[in-house]
Nanobody, 118 residues
């Protein structure tokens, strides 16, 4: 069972930056779609960004131009660079693998907390 471990969250002021990391126990990113999701208190979990095995990326409108997803196959790690953070970005962030059709592979991890103060 491949495990994904999220890290890099923290408390930051509005306008600040954070880089989240998603580390895998073995090389799986070169053959899978990887997605970052987030869940704010009292809200549904939402997809933030995805990256395919070919390096194609996709973002939800609310983070376009501020967030960048990238992948380092040698390090078995996917990153989410978050710039220009806003209080509404406050959430627990999770990374998961998806099939080509968007179905979840494996289970949700513990995530990493991002808190943006105004």
């Amino acid at each position: 069972q491949v495990q994904l471990v999220e890290s890099g969250g923290g408390l930051v002021q509005a306008g600040g930056s954070l880089r989240l990391s998603c580390a895998a126990s073995r090389n799986i990113f070169s053959s899978n779609v990887v997605a970052w999701y987030r869940q704010a208190p009292g809200k549904q979990r939402e997809r933030v960004a995805t990256i395919t095995s070919h390096g194609d990326t996709n973002y939800r409108d609310a983070v376009k131009g501020r967030f960048t997803i990238s992948r380092d196959n040698a390090e078995n790690t996917v990153y989410l660079q978050m710039n220009g953070l806003k209080p509404e970005d406050t959430a627990i962030y999770y990374c998961v693998r998806l099939t080509a059709y968007g179905a979840l592979i494996g289970s949700w991890g513990q995530g990493t907390q991002v808190t943006v103060s105004s």
